[in-house]
């Protein structure tokens, strides 16, 4: 996997928990970021795959929260480890429970956001800190190994990188991993020698008993025995700069107390003399050559890693960008060359933090934020990658720019290669400049490209209701409801169809079945009160606005105490006939 959340793990590369399957452990994964779900391949082997967050329930697929906090990911493994102790004669058990939470942007929960007040990254560490002391208390120590480690630091402004993902110093590379043996064996000894975080698989299988697979890395179980062994090569690379932007890739090689990146302007640094790689002592090939052949060596051997399309899947690239992640250019990169002729991230690395910021400011939905960082980049940059477009038009739909996301949306259609979201985003923009007709032609186009997108399917069924066309109304919102049975919208739109048609008795039962599916849902309990008018059923009608005036959501309590309103006023006409 070249670049995070968009590959998928080929079938053929072995994996962990696949292997412990077969030899009759019981495995379960529990993971806290969209990023890894069931569908990026990882699952493989795992008998159990919680991904599902409790707070995504019944959210529209474009608004779910990207991650979820640690005690509800720690709630649910501690549970399952607990019940698997519990059984009779328990299999041996591998869990795999990742945390999210020290991530942009960083929001601890309460207290350790007063306890921390200023400093909110360490109040994500402290907090990821309390919930794995409480997943370790649900182990036997006795006879679990654990292994603890963090994918990447961030560089919190160091060399000019806000958080992580471009650049190859020990700000981000530099990690934690501590093993506790069952029965706590060699507690307290550190480990000098460096080594990688590709060497925890070899290691757990030497561990667990298992044959060895092909790997990077190497098995570590000899450095607790001699903790001051050479140091291996740890070998890291730099693509997400090459997938979003076409920039150059970056490699590096740590060995021996050096560090040598290779990019278009090299670097090389005495991480011993100088932790904070701050002095660049390149000076030519000749003072980089063996550390350049070593990592020639390992770039040519790797043995599953291949060139991609920054093309990614469309719910894979709305997951991203959930996350903050840019969900990559139109043309397939090159993630391996790296000369002169491509643009080195530390030129532009202003830039990337202006990216940053303004992908941050969407994700926490401060829009007119996110307007004002677009506007500042593509003044300066005004070439800059259709991803980007793509995030600054939609910042301008919710901040009511309008023509300003007209022209973006259409602009990336000239420039890049069309997708989905490009027309559905131009869709919702006409519906909300009251255009109903190129709003569908738009959501149209956005369905022929993604049959399976609900939304664009229930977004094409009100533009059609708004332009009365009942028929192709009605197929578009059965298209969704064959997707998502449950989908209230899907179901509100069939029962609106019948309503027009003036059909109130199948409205209703529609309605009913809503209710089934969301009970008390305060819409679509309001449509079936205007159904209960129509059917002549005034009193059944003001019972459910009279319960409905006192719904928590104020536009619908609006709603219902207007029509209340009404509907006590129509009763007081006087009958025809009458003087």
Known sequence: ????????????????????????????????????????????????????????????????????????????????IGRHRAEKNPAPYFAWVHLYDPHAPYEPPPPWDARFRGRPYEGEIAYADSCLARLLAAVDPAETLVVVAGDHGESLGEHGEATHGVFLYDATLRVPLVVRLPGKRFAGRRVRTQVGLADVAPTVRRLAGTAAAESDGKDLSSLFEDPNAPDRPAFSESDYPAFVLGWSPMRSLRLKGWKFIDAPHRELYDVHADPGEKANRYGGEDSVRDLARSLAGIVARKPFAEATSSAADPEVAKRLASLGYISGGAAAVNYDRIDASRIDAKDHIAVWSLIESGLIARQKRNFEGAVAIFERLLAGYPTINPVILRDYAEACRWTGRLDRAVDLYEKILKTSKAEPDDFFGLGVTWHLKKDEAKACDNFERAVAMEPGDTNSWIDLGNGKLALAQWGAAESAFLRAAALDPRSIDAISGLAAVAFEKKDYPAAEAILQRGLGVAPGHPPTRFNLALVEKALGRPDEARRIYTELAAAPDPAVASRARRELARLNADSRLPSKGTS
């Open 1 to 80: 996997v070249r670049v995070n959340g968009t590959d998928h793990v080929p079938d053929g590369v072995p994996l962990l928990a696949a292997e412990l399957s077969t030899r009759g452990y019981a495995t379960a994964a529990f993971v806290s970021s969209l990023v890894l779900r069931h569908d990026s391949g990882i699952a493989r082997g795992f008998s159990l795959y919680d991904d599902e967050f409790e707070a995504n329930r019944g959210r529209d697929p474009r608004d779910v929260l990207p991650e979820r906090r640690a005690d509800e990911t720690v709630t649910r493994a501690a549970g399952w």
